[in-house]
């Protein structure tokens, strides 16, 4: 019931495209690639053959919403999809996605061209690249998004509302981190008890201190452990001297499970760790990205 | 390595707590119990004999985080812990958890209980008892919860913090669900957009109108994937007439990934969907509830 309903909606996407390529209506295509929420368009996306995937990704503009659709596709179709494209449009696309999707991206590229791409970017832009990409695979570094909002301990909440008002880069905030005169992460308040604290009351006097934090080389399952067994929205990552480097959300933490999940039945299943060799046909593809219903599947044999 | 840090953090408590229960030291046994997040109790009560969980849980106060730590522990335990407590603490403690939790508890008891302890609690808790558990097993409506915080589509911004402002009750705000004059659901605002807004603006004008809802009779594993698929961190629940019935959370979901994931290995192993069979010894409880790390103990056999 659950797998009809999903395949439902899916196909009439992937039917409302296929209606669309047949009559070359790219005014229309690209109004619906513009409408389509990226995980949606990545889900439809294994369905289309490789022509279909170029035509569609050609009138992609190079968007936010379009690097977050490569983020959410699977490494070979990114691969693939990207091989056919020149230097500076995959530059330009990349230049759009926050730091941790970035190097999602570059690391399925064959390296050659990964290493031509990032030439391209901003130095700034490119040493932060290379720093998420210099963390252990599987690690909280590599998880991260190093675009968090700090606030300085003395200021009042008053003022810290207005200073998230002009901020409008760091996505995804439910918690705002203080740091202390040397930049070290001393205590964590929610959006929410900010907002309903009066105005002239210092944020060290509200903010929780004893923060929960991992390190960059924590491995993503001890943070998806922290996340899970106490209902955190994100986990801050710092070094060795407490300076906070970015924070994992709970969205990439339900990612992180789906895919231990399906990692470790893959395993049992014989087929070891490398799941790309599982990834050819559009099917198993769509699979590994849903473990559930993989797993039923499997279990129905 | 990663097993090892976490049995590392967990035997330091279990062997304080073994130490103060040799000493009979009751006022630090409060402390502790107090000082320990209910889901590290949860954990560790696993690791004690019967008459060592009965004299803790004996020293725990009637409050939320009793509730909390409740909701917390596998279903065996809780009917083992609650068989030999009179009916009027069951109800004290029932009366401060969420309504999803509530139901919880209740389900973990037998029938006869359960329906005497129901009896004690007022008659609104016990009609919003009685709704939730009239859903479906594995539904969104057993998983939701009701203190949702909505506000009409006419108010302004500021009088929406205001307001937010003299909620103290509703947990886990990211979301302001906003209705119109029939009551319906009609969109749904962040609460960073709100912060954000000017204060003169009027919601109508500032939210989102396409609202992603289920029923209460979508299955949990239906939700997961609205949530995991999109980032959400909350999914509202919705009855025909599209009046909010309450708020799936991403923290519940996130155990449901997790409990899924676990019941398909079971599944697998030819144990079928009857996981209380396995729940009798405290390590199989561990296991239950930490599936990754079941995960890699049944891969490495």
Known sequence: MRKEMFNHEINILRDTYRRLLRRQAKTNLIKLNKKTHPADLATVFRYFTDEEQIEIFSLMNETEHTAEFLSELDDALVNDLLSKETLERIAA?????????????LNALEQEKALAVLELLEVEEQEEIAEIMGYPEDSAGTLMNTEVFTLHEEITAGDAIKTLQDQEDAEMVFYLYITDDDDRLVGVISLRA???????????????????????E???????????????????VIDP????????????????????????????????KDREILLKSSWENAKTRLPWLFASWIGGI
Do not use: C, W
């Not at 696309?93 to 991206?105: F, G, K, L, M, V």
């Not at 924590?218 to 801050?236: G, H, K, M, S």
């Open 93 to 105: 696309i990349i230049e759009r996605a926050p730091t941790n999707d970035q190097s999602d991206i």
């Open 218 to 236: 924590t491995d993503q399952e001890e943070v998806a452990r922290i996340v899970a067994q106490y209902n955190f929205l994100a986990v801050p």
């Open 194 to 216: 900010l907002t309903t604290t009066p105005s002239k009351t210092t944020l060290k006097d509200i903010m929780i201190k004893n923060v929960h934090s991992v390190r960059p």
């Open 241 to 272: 001297d407490s300076h906070l480097l970015g924070i994992v959300t709970v969205d990439d933490v339900v990612d992180v499970i789906r895919e231990e999940a399906t990692e470790d039945f893959l395993q049992m299943a014989g087929a070891g």
